[in-house]
């Protein structure tokens, strides 16, 4: 009973991250693309956030032309520091222990407690 619980609680967890990246393609397959130097932008016609994910930078189209490039140099940080992998780990270690609370709290603050 014990291991079907934690099986559970692991697929709940980690299917949070399987819905992450079904968004994440379907905004990739139906925006505008064109590629900057090492990374690729991605223009969304929904209002979404910016991101990045991996060499990917993921910005709306609404946004406007003044801000266009802080957000980059900002999701360029984020790229150069390997901040999507970090928190694919952060989300499997969440995964694996769901029934720690650390695990959570780490996860919110991964590179205050790694620095």
């Given at each position: 009973?014990?291991?079907?619980?934690?099986?559970?609680?692991?697929?709940?967890?980690?299917?949070?991250?399987?819905?992450?990246?079904?968004?994440?393609?379907?905004?990739?397959?139906?925006?505008?693309?064109?590629?900057?130097?090492?990374?690729?932008?991605?223009?969304?016609?929904?209002?979404?956030?910016?991101?990045?994910?991996?060499?990917?930078?993921?910005?709306?189209?609404?946004?406007?032309?003044?801000?266009?490039?802080?957000?980059?140099?900002?999701?360029?940080?984020?790229?150069?520091?390997?901040?999507?992998?970090?928190?694919?780990?952060?989300?499997?270690?969440?995964a694996l222990l769901?029934?720690?609370?650390?695990?959570?709290?780490?996860?919110?603050?991964?590179?205050?407690?790694?620095?």
């Amino acid at each position: 009973i014990v291991a079907v619980i934690y099986g559970l609680g692991v697929a709940i967890c980690a299917s949070s991250v399987v819905v992450q990246l079904l968004n994440i393609y379907r905004i990739s397959k139906k925006a505008n693309k064109s590629r900057d130097s090492r990374v690729t932008i991605v223009r969304s016609e929904d209002k979404i956030a910016s991101f990045s994910f991996f060499n990917t930078i993921y910005i709306s189209s609404q946004t406007s032309a003044e801000d266009i490039e802080t957000i980059l140099a900002h999701e360029r940080s984020h790229i150069a520091h390997n901040h999507s992998l970090e928190r694919l780990v952060m989300e499997a270690i969440k995964a694996l222990l769901w029934w720690n609370p650390f695990a959570w709290i780490v996860a919110k603050f991964p590179a205050a407690i790694v620095r």
